[in-house]
């Protein structure tokens, strides 16, 4: 009996696809799998609904700050804002110290 070539040759790369995929052990029932399957989708809900949220709390925040910004700019803080040339209080500052700077 003699074979060819080609045929010698397929076998090798089918026994090589063999190798490469492992043993078929691995594979797991197919309520497992689908178990598995339906977590996966559970976690993509529950982080979609984080996700949003999250874009939430990020838009209250940016309206609350720009609420600030504008009430920080308002002209009855101005003077408060407005140090150009008078001298700075450091807090941390001993007040023996404040006295000679």
Known sequence: MTHSPTSSVG???LLIGYAVAGPESDL?????????????TNLHHRMDVVEKKVEDTVEK???ELAALLD?????MWRPLLDNIGKTHVDILEEPVQRGQS
């Open 11 to 13: 076998l090798v790369l």
């Open 28 to 40: 797991q029932p197919r309520a497992v799998r689908s178990s598995a399957c339906q977590e996966h």
């Open 61 to 63: 925040l940016e309206v």
């Open 71 to 75: 009430a920080i700019e308002n002209p």
